[in-house]
């Protein structure tokens, strides 16, 4: 089975991320990057699928040469190629990404795309969807446990949802997107960074593959939302009370 | 042209969040001076009525055998094909899981679109702010496609009351039926209490509470206030709770008049989902936890030996009131 696993490089979800002093964009000087959360667990899904019924997995990012950093990652984890499409920086708005991703999947022709369902840095939640649509293939989104069934090209999938858990069934091939307790990611091993260093990886210019590079939507400005303002503490559990009367935020 | 709004329904009741994107759609029309149509599917009578009075120029009804259970797929088909009856320039829903599931599905079916997720506030027709990074950055962003999709945050807008004018409710029967795709089963989490999402107070339980037993505690809390119980994400990893309960960044965004954290660090990820809470109480046994940052009112202390002695007395607060 062929497997296709989109990744983006976004900050480390454990640092606050704040904006220059000037308001013109993200201060990243003091930001450590690392695969998008919801990425690294779609690559471990991909590499656990590949254990159960073999095949291949193939990683996929659209950004800047740092991002070969990201996809060493996921090949030292053990996934076997990378493929980065090279922005050279250029701005590119979701839909562009989604229509780049199906150019490389005409090319690539996975059986499976399972990549995480939002990024951490726009939290945008409509990449996985976007291409779906676009390549018609069945989406299953939010997964929390996935089922192959590869003779019958068939996957079930439990999603979360607002009321409870979903199961569906797709037909391969499908897009996957992953929630966060599908799985706990592999950290990379010492032989797997070794080996990952002579995968291969590929690089394709944004602008090779045909597709329109106009934004729908763009980015006008970045501010910092205002503060809470810093509330009080109280000694016991009398004064708690006390505190909730005075702000009227008791029911009765 | 016009602006055509999707609700929400489960078991046929309306969803209540789907009001805050009809609210949406009405700054939009007075921005735009567009009107602004509903779709929704599987509507019960009482859910139908209530779409009805929310000044809508039209109520679609989408039919067919295939719509009774949701797909992605299929609804996105028939909000296509709404869609190009009623010219529609925007198409909105509340970023519910429903929401965020289907509306990207239609970048494809509709030609020239784009989507901004999760606005929390309109500037101009093609101009909207949402929330970027768990919510330490506002982006404003431009759209300049033309037809616009957007998801919205629940929180960020009041949800739209009745209006006197009635709509008419029309049924369309969609026939394209997408194959590869079936839904199975809803395992629906079963609670007597309100709804998360809803829930004008929220109790919600950290990973301090350390075994699900202690759950309960928590509980006792949440039923003398009538609130609704929210959780980490530490809490629903471990299992201690469904995965619908868990409020942040990546699960759900909720706004109540009043938030009650208990043994809950307050990561970014978890404030994200809560910050814009009335009045937000933290308790927990670490002066330093980043919760006490942004509540309004902090108690240090053990949750084990507070939490207990606060239900009581708002029992008798409670029964005193009542009496
Ligand atoms: C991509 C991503 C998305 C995420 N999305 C979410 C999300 O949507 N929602 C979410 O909640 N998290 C999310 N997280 C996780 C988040 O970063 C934190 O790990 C999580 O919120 C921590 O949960 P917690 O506060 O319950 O646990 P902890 O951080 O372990 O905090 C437990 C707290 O309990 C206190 N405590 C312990 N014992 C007691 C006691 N006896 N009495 C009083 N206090 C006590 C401790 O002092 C501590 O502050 C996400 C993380 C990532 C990377």
């Known amino acids: 089975m062929k497997i296709l696993v989109p990744v983006k490089r976004t900050q480390d979800p454990y640092v606050k991320v704040r904006l220059k002093p000037d308001g013109s964009g993200i201060d990243t000087s003091n930001i450590k990057y690392a695969i998008n959360t919801f990425d690294e667990i779609a690559v471990e899904e991909a590499l656990r699928k590949k254990e159960e019924f073999g095949g291949e997995v193939v990683v996929v990012s659209v950004g800047t040469q740092e991002w070969t950093e990201q996809i060493r990652v996921a090949l030292a984890m053990g996934a076997d190629r990378g493929i980065l499409v090279d922005t050279g920086g250029k701005y590119i708005d979701h839909v562009i990404l989604a229509k780049v991703l199906a150019k490389i999947i005409e090319e690539e022709k996975p059986d499976l795309v399972i990549m995480g369902k939002q990024a951490i840095d726009d939290d945008a939640n409509q990449v996985g969807q976007i291409l779906a649509g676009l390549l018609d293939w069945p989406q299953a989104t939010f997964a929390y446990k996935v089922e192959v069934n590869l003779q019958d090209r068939k996957a079930k999938v439990i999603r979360e949802v607002d009321g409870g858990l979903e199961t569906v069934e797709v037909d391969l091939p499908a897009i996957i997107t992953a929630d966060l307790r599908l799985n706990q990611p592999r950290y990379a091993s010492l032989p797997g960074i070794m080996r990952a260093r002579q995968k291969p990886l590929k690089t394709i210019k944004i602008e090779e593959l045909g597709v329109d590079l106009t934004p729908y939507v763009t980015i006008e400005k970045l501010e910092t939302p205002p503060p809470r303002k810093a509330g009080v503490k109280v000694k016991d559990v009398d004064e708690l009370i006390e505190k909730l009367k005075e702000k009227k935020a008791l029911p009765f | ?323």
């Open chain 2, 1 to 323: 042209m016009s602006i055509l709004v999707i609700a929400e329904t489960r078991n046929g009741e309306l969803k209540k969040a789907s009001l805050s994107a009809v609210t949406c759609a009405k700054i939009l029309a007075e921005k735009t001076g567009l009107n602004y149509n509903i779709l929704t599917f599987e509507p019960s009578e009482k859910a139908k009525e209530e779409l009805s009075q929310l000044g809508a120029e039209k109520v679609f009804v989408a039919k067919g055998e295939h719509l009774k259970n949701y797909t992605a797929e299929n609804y996105a088909i028939a909000v296509s094909e709404i869609a190009k009856k009623v010219d529609a320039k925007y198409i909105l829903a509340t970023a519910t899981t429903f929401g965020k599931d289907l509306l990207p599905r239609l970048v494809s079916k509709i030609p020239n679109s784009a989507m901004i997720s999760e606005v929390i506030e309109v500037i101009d027709a093609e101009t909207f702010k949402k929330l970027v990074y768990a919510g330490d950055i506002i982006s404003t962003l431009k759209i300049k496609s033309e037809k616009k999709i957007l998801s919205v945050r629940g929180t960020a807008f009041d949800k739209a009351g009745k209006v006197d004018k009635k709509s008419d409710v029309v049924e369309e029967e969609i026939k394209e039926n997408y194959t590869r795709k079936r839904f199975i089963t809803l395992e629906e989490t079963k609670s007597e209490r309100p709804e998360l999402t809803e829930a004008s107070i929220v109790v919600s339980v950290g990973r301090g509470i350390k075994d699900p037993e202690n759950i309960k505690i928590v509980e006792e809390l949440a039923d003398v206030l009538g609130a609704a119980i929210g959780a980490s994400r530490a809490v629903v990893d471990a299992g201690w709770l469904p995965n619908d309960f868990q409020v942040g960044q990546t699960g759900k965004t909720v706004a109540p008049q009043l938030y009650i954290a208990i043994g809950i660090s307050g990561a970014i990820q978890h404030v994200a989902g809560m910050k814009d809470s009335k009045v937000i109480v933290a308790i927990n046994k670490d002066p330093e936890a980043p919760i006490f940052q942004i509540a309004d009112i902090g108690l240090v202390a053990d949750l084990f030996q507070v939490v207990p002695e606060l239900t009581q007395k708002l029992k008798k607060l409670k029964q005193e009131s009542a009496g």
